[in-house]
């Protein structure tokens, strides 16, 4: 149970929610008991009094009666809002949590998970984890505390139905929820796979579903997802079954312990040592306490498959990070040029890529790197990002990169990466990112110097059009310009451009090489660039290629 131990400390901020919802749960469960109890003793006293002429005074036990169901019903409204204000607070703190621990990771770790995998664990197996406090820890405490100050309660009247009641209360609380947890093991578990094998088959079908069209293959998608589909209908069936056995079994204990407290109290009622009335009251409490006991099966029926999620997020957040920090970050380095010395390098499970790379960029220096495809050129910059891992040497300013924290060295860097990663959002929003800070005269010289500015000239809603999801409402070109513009408005002291004018026809091309070396050459910016077009040449004052 450590992934248990660790989500309560991951959500340690908020244990007053959880704390707070669980008092009002066990607050709730005694006015309903003590509610039953007292209604039956004033009932059942009433009746006593008025046959034997007794007096009895009614005034207490009728006030206690109106303040408990008030207490009842309020109780039961704050507790609602309390234990899903503590959900929705747990949530937030565990994905807030994973994404951090996902940045150092990406792209090394995160690429050999499919994209429905990564997408799962953020969204499906997060809020999986929901019913791990408001349907498992919540109703696991309010049961254990509730049953216990019951027990003291009932011992204060009738010992013998106090024995009766922990025997059938630990069968219903403890025996019935063990038996539900390992017959819901295994279904709960291939319950949370399938359904997880589904989501990353159903994300890459519909990122996919050109491709399919072309191959013909959508039927064979389709088969895979409906199988997939019917393996999960299937052991939330079992589950579902199970379920049912566990309510079943919880009212075969409750109306058994009813009677036997009726026989075992009955005799002491007989033997004077408990009154008529309290009699009354000792069964409906027994009743009603059943209700803190019928939480615990379903607690545990719902465990095993949290159990998976947790396994699946925290297995993904403990991955080794491809290029820790430093203990101790050494200072941003006060010049730009680049050093790489006998570099090596190779993705995380491929044969060795780079080989002992050497070559040096002069500070406010253009190079171009250039070679055939699959040579290594990109990785070069992802491990001059830090993304990947690397042997030999790499110095920015005459400081090696590896003595630089990730937020230093990403500071003074700028990247067009090989694929960019258009949002949901508009142009101005995709490019703004490089620079919130920036003011409309930096955005405008951004947008111009990478040759946008005639094209969202003619939008209807200029920099304000929604480019789509992934940039699906614009071309690849266009998509490219809006990522270099988002590079160049970060106005770093490195930039890197990665295939800077991929899916650009010729015209554009040249317009949008004359523009950047226009803004090179007007700073002291270090440039290297990535690309196998020959326009690409002009951008530097050397070439190196790799063979």
């Known amino acids: 149970m450590n992934w248990l131990i660790r989500f309560l400390k991951i959500s340690r901020s908020q244990w007053f929610w959880m704390v707070a919802g669980i008092l009002l ?63 929705f607070r747990i949530l937030a703190e565990l994905r807030v949590w994973l994404f951090k621990r996902f940045i150092p990771l990406s792209p090394a770790c995160l690429e ?21 406090y408001l349907k498992i820890v919540a109703p696991i405490a309010v049961g254990s505390i509730s049953i216990i100050t019951a027990l003291v309660f009932l011992l204060c009247y009738s010992l013998p139905s106090t024995i ?22 295994e279904p709960g578990r291939r319950s949370t796979a399938f359904a997880a094998e589904l989501r990353s088959k159903v994300t890459d079908g519909l990122q996919g579903i050109d491709e399919l069209t072309l191959l013909g293959a959508i039927d064979r998608q389709a088969s895979v997802v409906d199988g997939l589909s019917s393996k999960v209908i299937a052991e939330q069936e079992r589950l579902g079954r199970i379920n049912g056995l566990s ?55 719902h465990l095993p498959a949290a159990n998976e999620s947790a396994s699946r997020i925290f297995n993904l957040a403990d991955s080794k990070i491809p290029v820790p920090d430093p203990f101790v970050s050494a200072k941003q380095p006060s010049r730009n040029d680049i050093c790489f010395s006998n570099v090596s390098a190779s993705y995380i499970y491929g044969e060795r890529v780079l080989k002992d790379i050497s070559f040096t960029l002069p500070a406010a220096g253009r190079v171009v790197l250039k070679g055939s495809s699959g040579i ?22 005459g400081v090696e990169i ?54 969202v000239a003619g939008l209807p809603d200029g920099l304000d059009t929604m480019v789509g999801l992934n940039g699906s409402a614009v071309s690849g070109g266009e998509a490219r310009r809006i990522a270099l513009a988002r590079a160049l408005l970060k106005d770093a002291s490195i930039l890197l451009l990665d295939e800077p004018t991929e899916g650009l026809d010729a015209v554009t091309e040249r317009e949008v090489i004359s523009r950047l070396k226009r803004r090179i050459s007007s700073g002291g910016t270090t440039l290297l660039v990535i690309s196998h077009r020959p326009a690409c040449l002009e951008l530097g004052d050397f070439v190196v290629s790799l063979n």
């Open 25 to 87: 749960g066990v607050v709730v469960i005694a006015a309903n008991a003590m509610l039953m109890a007292i209604s039956g003793w004033f009932i059942a006293s009433m009746a006593v009094s008025g046959s034997s002429g007794v007096a009895f005074n009614y005034f207490f036990p009728s006030a206690a009666i109106r303040f408990l169901a008030i207490l009842r019903t309020v109780g039961r409204y704050a507790e609602r809002v309390v234990t899903h204000e503590a959900t």
């Open 112 to 132: 050999r998970y499919a994209g429905g995998d990564v997408a799962g664990t953020l969204r499906a197996d997060v809020d999986a984890l929901e019913t791990l």
């Open 164 to 185: 009766v009641m922990l025997f059938f209360l630990l069968l219903a609380g403890v025996g019935l929820p063990l038996l539900v947890r390992r017959l819901s093991e």
């Open 247 to 301: 309510l079943a079994g919880m009212a075969l204990f409750a109306g058994s312990a009813v009677a036997i407290v009726l026989l075992t109290a009955g005799k002491q009622v007989v033997t004077h040592q408990i009154s008529p009335p309290d009699l009354v009251m000792l069964l409906l409490f027994a009743t009603s306490i059943f209700e803190a006991a019928s939480q615990l099966p379903s607690a545990l029926h």
């Open 376 to 397: 290594g050129k990109s990785l070069l910059l992802e491990i001059l990002l830090r993304f990947r891992n690397y042997e030999g040497s790499i110095k920015v300013g």
């Open 402 to 455: 590896r003595d630089l924290s990730k937020d230093v060295l990403i500071g003074m860097i700028a990247a067009l990466p090989q694929r960019p990663y258009l949002f949901n959002g508009s142009i101005r929003e995709n490019i703004v990112l490089g620079n919130e800070s920036a003011d409309e005269e930096q955005l405008l010289r951004a947008v111009s110097d990478s040759c946008l500015d005639e094209w």
